[in-house]
């Protein structure tokens, strides 16, 4: 009478299942995009909110697609289940290949780095030696100055 009929709860564990294994692979591309762009615990803190936030969202979504908005524990359990085998099969082959591709690209930064660093030294080095004389040049012309103006007391 207050119970779920066994029909309508496998209708509604294929929605769930099928948003466990999408969950699955979006935690794949944030951790994609982790080991491109941030090496650094904050930067997994803040992406693992942000994943959360967005498992929250879409669980909600689903609750209310598929569920009219009852939250059932059953849908939970095999979206986290779907999740869990996703991460232990596919996702296994997804994050090599991730991890592969995030090397070549590493790669690639440090050799577009590695050719725009050179002329950057030595632009850097050109610009520190002209500072340094002209330094030199400025405590020169203030001791051999006769101008008075530089050290009144008026102005």
Same mark, same amino acid.
């Given at each position: 009478?207050?119970g779920v009929d066994?029909?309508?709860q496998?209708?509604?564990i294929?929605p %769930? /299942?099928?948003? #466990?294994? $999408?969950?699955g692979?979006?935690y794949?591309v944030?951790k994609?995009i982790?080991? =491109?762009f941030f090496?650094?615990?904050t930067a997994f803190?803040?992406?693992?909110?942000?994943?959360?936030v967005?498992?929250?969202?879409?669980s909600?979504?689903?609750?209310? %697609? /598929?569920?009219s #908005?009852? $939250?059932?524990?059953?849908?939970i359990?095999?979206?986290?289940?779907?999740?869990? =085998?996703?991460?232990?099969t596919?996702?296994q082959?997804?994050?090599?290949v991730?991890?592969?591709?995030s090397?070549?690209?590493?790669?690639l930064c440090k050799?577009i780095?590695s /050719?725009?660093?050179?002329p $950057?030294k030595r632009?850097y080095?050109?610009?520190?030696?002209?500072?340094?004389?002209?330094?030199?040049?400025?405590k020169?012309?203030?001791i051999?100055?006769?101008?008075?103006?530089?050290d009144?007391?008026?102005?």
């Open positions: 009478m207050y066994l029909s309508v496998f209708e509604n294929m %769930a /299942v099928g948003l #466990g294994f $999408i969950l692979f979006v794949d944030f994609f982790r080991q =491109i090496n650094r615990k803190f803040i992406t693992d909110m942000i994943f959360v967005v498992c929250t969202l879409c909600f979504m689903l609750f209310v %697609a /598929v569920n #908005g009852r $939250i059932r524990g059953y849908l359990l095999f979206e986290v289940i779907a999740a869990c =085998i996703y991460r232990f596919a996702g082959l997804v994050c090599a991730a991890h592969k591709f090397m070549i690209i590493n790669a050799k780095f /050719v725009f660093s050179v $950057i632009i080095t050109l610009v520190y030696k002209v500072s340094k004389r002209l330094e030199k040049n400025l020169k012309s203030k051999n100055s006769e101008n008075p103006l530089k009144s007391p008026e102005l």
